[in-house]
C-alpha cells in the first residue's frame, strides 16, 4: 500500500480525552474514529489489526473443532423472555421496539439466541458434544464506556457455546476452551492469565478470566507468578487428548481476580516471595452454566435410556476489539506503538527521505514490487513530507521492520533497515536484498 493512497489520518496533538496509552495512540494513529459515546467506526490501519486478531481467533477455534456460525445482532426480547434473564440484564440491554410493536433488542451477548437454534435442530444425545461459534457485534450500554475500544459500548466479541450430555462431558468442553485460549492468546504475543472469576449476569459456578497484567487494567489481580512460567502450549495440540492435566496445573497454583480474591487463601496458598498483585486487562471469560439457560428453554435430547433432559451448556468469550487495545497497552513506547508480528497491519514500513529523486523513486518502487511480489505487507511512505515527519508517523503506527531508503541509498544502493523494537540498524545491500527476498 502506498501512503499516498491511504486513509491514515495520524493526528499530531494527543486528543484530550484519551486517558490511557492505547487510546492516545489508536485516535493519533488514525486507527479509530468516535462516532458517539463507546462507540467507535474502524479506519484503515485499525480494521486490518483487528482483521488479524479476529483470524488467529478462528483459526485456532477451528483448530478446536468449533463450527463457526453467524447469528443476528439484532434478537427477539420473547426468547430473552423465556430464560428470565430480560428483566436481569437491565439498562445495560438496548432494547427496540419494531414497526410492529415487537419488542427487539440489540445482544449484548448470544446464550439465549444460540440454545434456541440448538433446541430446533438437535433431539438426541448421539448429536452430543456440540459447539458453536460466532465472531459479531455487540452492544451493551454501559454505564461508563471508557478507555476507547477497551471499554466501548459497541464491541466485537468472539463467543463460543458448548452443548452436552452430562456434566463430565461439559467439563471436557470447559476445558478444550481453556486450553485453545492459551494457546490463542500465546499466538497473539500475551501472557493472559487464567483466573478463577465470578459470573455475573451471564450464570453459572465454573468461571475463568483470561487476563494481561498491564497498569491501566480495570482488573485487580491475585496470583502466584509460577503461573507465568507455565504458559507454553504445544503448538501441534491434540484436541481429542485429555486436557485436564494441563487445566489442574493452571488451577492448583492461585489466581483470582478482586471478586473471587479472599486474602486468606491467598497468603496461605502462596509463599511470600511468588505473591503478586497488580492490575490487568480480562481478554476473554469462559462459564459453565450446566443448564441454568436449557431448562427454562427446553433444550433438551433423549440421553441412551431414552429418557429427556435438559443439555448441559458453557460459553466463552474473547473481547477482539478490546484486543487491540490491550496489545498496545502491552506493546508500545514513548514514540508510538510496536506491533507484535503476529498482529502487524504491515510488516514493512519503506520510508522514502528522497521522494523528489526520480532515480530513487524508480528504486523505492522496485523494492517496493519485491516485497509486494514476496507477499511481504509493505506500507511504502511515498510522501512528500520532511524526514521527521515521515520517522515520527512511522515509529507512531508501530510497524516492526522499517526500511529507510536516504541520501546514500542512490549511490551506494544500500538501505538502512530499522527494528521499531530495539531500534537497532543495519546497512543493506539493495541488490543482494531483492535476490534474497525474491529467492526466498
Ligand atoms: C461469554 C461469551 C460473555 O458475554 N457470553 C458469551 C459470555 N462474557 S463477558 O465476560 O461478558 O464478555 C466476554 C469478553 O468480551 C469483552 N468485553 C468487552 N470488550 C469491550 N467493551 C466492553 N464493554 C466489553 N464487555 C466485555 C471482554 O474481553 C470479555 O472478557
Redesign the pocket.
Known amino acids: 500500500m502506498k501512503l499516498s493512497n491511504y486513509f491514515l489520518p495520524v493526528l499530531k496533538e494527543t486528543p484530550a480525552d484519551a486517558e490511557i496509552v492505547s487510546h492516545k495512540y489508536m485516535l493519533r494513529a488514525g486507527m479509530i474514529s468516535q462516532s458517539s459515546s463507546?462507540i467507535y467506526s474502524w479506519l484503515p490501519l485499525g480494521l486490518k489489526v483487528l482483521k488479524k486478531i479476529e483470524n488467529i481467533v478462528r483459526e485456532e477455534q477451528d483448530a478446536a473443532g468449533v463450527n463457526e456460525i453467524l447469528m443476528p445482532t439484532i434478537q427477539p426480547a420473547d426468547i430473552w423472555k423465556e430464560s428470565g434473564r430480560y428483566d436481569d440484564y437491565g439498562k445495560e440491554m438496548l432494547r427496540i421496539n419494531d414497526r410492529q410493536g415487537r419488542e427487539m433488542l440489540y445482544g449484548?451477548?448470544?446464550?439465549e439466541q444460540v440454545t434456541d437454534i440448538f433446541r430446533r435442530a438437535v433431539k438426541s444425545y448421539k448429536e452430543l458434544p456440540s459447539h458453536l461459534y460466532h465472531i459479531q457485534w455487540?452492544f451493551?450500554d454501559?454505564l461508563r464506556?471508557r478507555f476507547g475500544?477497551?471499554?466501548?459500548?459497541e464491541?466485537?466479541?468472539?463467543?463460543?457455546?458448548s452443548f452436552d450430555l452430562d456434566m463430565d462431558s461439559s467439563r471436557t468442553s470447559y476445558n478444550k476452551f481453556f486450553v485453545c485460549y492459551l494457546k490463542t492468546f500465546e499466538r497473539l504475543g500475551l501472557k493472559a492469565i487464567p483466573m478463577a472469576a465470578d459470573t455475573?449476569?451471564?450464570g453459572g459456578d465454573m468461571s475463568h478470566?483470561?487476563v494481561i497484567i498491564s497498569e491501566t487494567g480495570e482488573s485487580d489481580i491475585y496470583y502466584d507468578k509460577r503461573i507465568l512460567e507455565l504458559m507454553n502450549v504445544d503448538k501441534n495440540l491434540d484436541y481429542s487428548s485429555d486436557l485436564s492435566e494441563i487445566v489442574v496445573s493452571y488451577q492448583n497454583l492461585y489466581a483470582a481476580a478482586d471478586d473471587k480474591y479472599s486474602k486468606d487463601e491467598f497468603s496461605k496458598e502462596v509463599p511470600k516471595e511468588f505473591q503478586s498483585n497488580t492490575k490487568g486487562?480480562?481478554?476473554?471469560?469462559?462459564?459453565n452454566f450446566s443448564s441454568k439457560y436449557s431448562e427454562p428453554m427446553k433444550a433438551n435430547v433423549l440421553n441412551s435410556n431414552g429418557k429427556t433432559v435438559p443439555v448441559h451448556m458453557g460459553?466463552?468469550?474473547?473481547?477482539i476489539?478490546?484486543?487491540v487495545g490491550a496489545i498496545i497497552e502491552s506493546s508500545h513506547d514513548d514514540n508510538g506503538i510496536i506491533w507484535p508480528d503476529a498482529v502487524t497491519p504491515f510488516a514493512i514500513g519503506l520510508i522514502n527521505l528522497k521522494i523528489k529523486d526520480p532515480e530513487a523513486v524508480s528504486m523505492c518502487e522496485q523494492i517496493y514490487q519485491t516485497l509486494n511480489k514476496a507477499g511481504i505487507e509493505t506500507l511504502y511512505d511515498d510522501k512528500d513530507d520532511s524526514p521527521g515527519a515521515k520517522f515520527s508517523r512511522m515509529d507512531l503506527i508501530g510497524l516492526p521492520k522499517q526500511i529507510i531508503f536516504g541520501k546514500n541509498s542512490v549511490i551506494d544502493k544500500t538501505i538502512e533497515i530499522k527494528d521499531r523494537k530495539t531500534g537497532q540498524t543495519e546497512i543493506i545491500n539493495i541488490s543482494e536484498t531483492i535476490s534474497k527476498i525474491n529467492n526466498n
Open positions: 463507546g449484548p451477548t448470544n446464550e455487540k451493551r454501559e464506556p475500544v477497551m471499554r466501548g459500548r464491541f466485537l466479541m468472539k463467543d463460543a457455546y455475573g449476569p451471564i478470566e483470561f486487562i480480562e481478554v476473554g471469560h469462559i462459564f460459553s466463552y468469550g474473547i473481547g476489539s478490546r484486543l
